[in-house]
Each structure stands twice: as structure tokens, then as C-alpha cells.
């Protein structure tokens, strides 16, 4: 019996073959056998030439789950025979880390250099990510870390400049019918679902290969009589939660995706990112405000319709709260997505912050400054200010510019929506202003 308080850890036993998960029993034995990541394990790819050179570099291997990443890190250490070691971010430390170089020094000294794969390498902070660089930078270990999260977020500079960043793709439709056709041949036997039914179960994984095959494998263990069609097959197995963090890379990816497609006028594709983002948990009132930020940076006077729109949205959502309100949101989307477009108003506002930084503390003009007090009066203050109302066409034509400084022309309307009409406005007052300074 073990001694539960020992302060040694017993080895995890290992499962039998029949016992050992679907997943794990279909696991390639050669980088050939990879699917789905041609582009890096094929003859051309990155991984492909440094096998065929049997030369490996420390590398990052940032992809989804499911994609193959600790397959892809044992299959290279058996490909150019080197020594592999494994460890998980999340359950070890310094100590364990310490422990593994030295070892790896140790056979070093033999002729064997040692692979080191990192699960989860994101989940270091940073001074940990720190004590691999010198062990990289002598050869003690070639480095081989795998991650879910953007590398140029989660790990530092430095060992991003000792490591190729080697990019894997979410399974595709064929990798992933080539996964559930080898499922097939290890067990025997056909899945009990009908060839539509296989589809949406392909689709139900999402492009994670190991979710896949434990959906197959649940399938495989229940007793099934008639092959499933895709509402059985939905009421027996769950989706696949789409992988989604408020905080990560996959927020930043779709909003940018949803404002990209308001700018470029899709508002299908704008709607379905949306969707998206509703459907994985994003909080509304946040896509909200984003909305509004699309209004006034990418419609602006070309629609003014579309700023009020948006918080009318804002506010139907505050008061109906999900889901009715999700349809206000949607709304307001599709309006800014078909709204005519234009910067004007957002590069005007830039352009005029860069002069208000340049130019310091001009004056304006004495004629359009209030004069509460007698001494302002007395010093000019107000005193040849021309009141608008009283001029033909409620229009003076005064410079209203800092003395010294030249008129500028920041804001230019674009020639769409409502702002076609400014410009015309504009063009008017600019000839009247001409023929009253002659």
C-alpha cells in the first residue's frame, strides 16, 4: 500500500491499451500522421525542414485546443532522438523547473540533449518565463512551449526572441472526418448516426480534435439501436463551448471583427459577429458602448441618425435586460453597418488636438471675448464683435482665428449623407466670407 503522507509522489500508472481514453489510444506515432497541420509538419513546413535537417530550434507552438501541440512536441523529440521531458505550467515551479535543467546538464555530459515541452507556458509569470533563457541560450534544453493564449501578450520579449513562434490552425472539416474514420477502425465499428447527423457532429466539435473523439467515444459506450439523427444527436451530446475569454486574444479578435465590418458597410457579417459575441457570455452593455464608438468615429454627420440609434439601444437594453434587449443591440448594429460613412468629424478632431498642442496659449481674438467688467471693456475686450443674427444670411464672415495664426481647414465632410449637405453649407459660407473681405 502507498504511504498517502510520503513526501515522494507515486508514478501515475499507466493504462492499459484498451483502457486508455479514444483520444489518447489514436494519439500519432509519426508527424506524418498529424492532421491538419501540413502547413508546419509537411515537407515544406517549419517543422517538416528542421526534422528533415535533424536540426531542432526552441519554438512556441500557439493554437487552439485540441490541435495537436503535445503530440506535435513528443513526435519531434522521437524524430530527431532526443531525450523528452514534459511538464505543466499549471502544477509545477521554480523547484521543478531547477530539478529538470539539471538533469538535462547531466545527460548533456553523455551526448543527449534533452526537449523540453511546456503545457500551458502562458500560466509562468514572467520572472519564472526569465529562468529558461539561460538553459535555452547554452543548448541545455531545446524549448518547446505550447499555448492557447497570443504569445506577444503572455510571454516575455526575451524569450520570445530565442523562440520561433510556430502558429497551429484549428482542425478543418477533413482533418477532422479523418480523425472519427481512424475512431472507427480502432473500435470495429461504424458511429450510430445517420451521415447528416456526422456532419453536425464535426461541426459541434468546432475544431478541437480531442473534444471530437470524446464525443465518439461517448457514442461508442452507449447502446444505441437506430443510427442517431441530428436532433437525437443534439439531445444526447452538448456543443462544444466556444472558446471565448472577456480578457484574451478571442475578445480583441471579434470586436475588432464586428467594428471592421460596420466600417467596411457588411452588416451581415457585422451581425454575425455580434451574435457571436452575445452567444459566448460578452457583456452587452459592453458591445453597446462600442457601438456608440461606431457611430461617432466611423458615421459621424454623414448620419447623425446613427448616434441616437445607438443609444436608444443602450437604453432599450438597460430597461428589457436580456435577451429582448440583445434584439435593440442588434438593431442598433445593422443600422450603423447600412448608415453612410464617414471620418470626417473623427480625423477633424485630430487634426484640431495636434494644433491645440502646437500652438499653446494663443489669444483669440479681443472682438469675440466677453467684456464682464468695465477694465475689459476699456482694454478692447468685446468691442467690434459683429453679431451674427444681425448680418444677411445670419452670417458675418468675422475671423475667428488667434491672431498669428493662420485659418486652418480641419474638418472636410465627405460627400455621402447628410454631410453632402454640410458641404454645401460650408462652400456657401466660405464664398460669402470671400466677398465680404474684398
Known amino acids: 500500500m502507498a504511504d498517502l503522507f510520503s513526501d515522494a509522489e507515486p508514478a501515475p500508472a499507466a493504462m492499459p491499451g484498451d483502457a486508455a481514453p479514444l483520444a489518447e489510444r489514436l494519439r500519432p506515432h509519426a508527424l506524418g500522421e498529424v492532421v491538419g497541420q501540413d502547413h508546419l509538419t509537411g515537407r515544406e513546413g517549419a517543422i517538416g525542414r528542421m526534422v528533415a535537417a535533424s536540426r531542432l530550434s526552441s519554438m512556441i507552438l500557439w ?19 532526443l531525450r523528452f521531458e514534459m511538464i505543466s505550467a499549471v502544477f509545477s515551479g521554480v523547484a521543478d523547473l531547477k530539478k529538470l535543467f539539471a538533469d538535462a546538464r547531466v545527460h548533456a555530459r553523455t551526448g543527449t540533449r534533452t526537449l523540453l515541452f511546456v503545457d500551458e507556458i502562458h500560466r509562468f509569470n514572467r520572472a519564472q518565463q526569465d529562468g529558461f533563457l539561460p538553459y535555452v541560450e547554452d543548448g541545455t534544453v531545446i524549448l518547446v512551449g ?3 493564449e497570443n504569445p506577444s501578450f503572455e510571454l516575455n520579449a526575451a524569450l520570445l526572441s530565442r523562440c520561433q513562434v510556430l502558429i497551429l490552425e484549428r482542425l478543418g472539416g477533413q482533418a477532422l472526418a479523418t480523425l472519427l474514420a481512424r475512431a472507427e477502425a480502432v473500435e470495429g465499428r461504424t458511429l450510430p448516426v445517420t451521415e447528416e447527423a456526422r456532419g453536425a457532429l464535426i461541426a459541434s466539435a468546432d475544431g478541437d480534435g480531442r473534444f471530437l473523439l470524446n464525443q465518439a467515444e461517448t457514442l461508442f459506450a452507449i447502446a444505441i439501436d437506430d443510427p442517431l439523427d441530428p436532433q437525437a444527436l443534439a439531445a444526447l451530446l452538448h456543443r462544444r463551448v466556444a472558446v ?17 465590418a460596420v466600417r467596411g458597410s457588411d452588416p451581415q457579417a457585422a451581425l454575425y459577429y455580434l451574435a457571436r459575441m452575445l452567444v459566448a457570455g460578452e457583456e452587452p452593455l459592453y458591445l453597446a458602448r462600442r457601438l456608440i464608438r461606431m457611430a461617432i468615429e466611423d458615421i459621424g454627420l454623414a448620419d447623425p441618425q446613427a448616434l441616437v440609434q445607438c443609444l436608444a439601444a443602450k ?15 442588434a438593431q442598433a448594429c445593422l443600422y450603423v453597418a447600412t448608415a453612410p460613412k464617414s471620418n470626417a468629424a473623427y480625423r477633424a478632431y ?45 452670417f458675418s464672415g468675422d475671423d475667428y482665428w488667434p491672431k498669428g495664426m493662420t485659418p486652418q481647414t480641419y474638418y472636410e465632410p465627405a460627400p455621402r449623407g447628410h454631410e453632402a449637405r454640410i458641404a454645401e453649407r460650408l462652400a456657401h459660407w466660405a464664398k460669402l466670407r470671400e466677398e465680404r473681405a474684398r
Do not use: C, W
Open 63 to 81: 493554437g487552439p485546443p485540441g490541435t495537436g501541440k503535445t503530440t506535435i512536441a513528443r513526435l519531434l523529440a522521437q524524430a530527431v532522438g
Open 350 to 394: 485630430k487634426a484640431a488636438t495636434r494644433s491645440a498642442k502646437e500652438t499653446g496659449s494663443l489669444m483669440p481674438p479681443k472682438a469675440i471675448l466677453n467684456a464682464p467688467t468695465r477694465l475689459m471693456k476699456e482694454v478692447g475686450y468685446g468691442s467690434g464683435y459683429a453679431y451674427d443674427h444681425d448680418a444677411p444670411d445670419a
Open 146 to 148: 505550447a499555448t492557447t
Open 244 to 260: 471565448y475569454d472577456k480578457d484574451r486574444e478571442g475578445h480583441y479578435n471579434l470586436i475588432s471583427a464586428l467594428h471592421k
Open 315 to 329: 437604453d432599450a437594453f438597460d430597461f428589457l435586460g436580456s435577451p429582448e434587449g440583445d434584439l435593440a443591440l
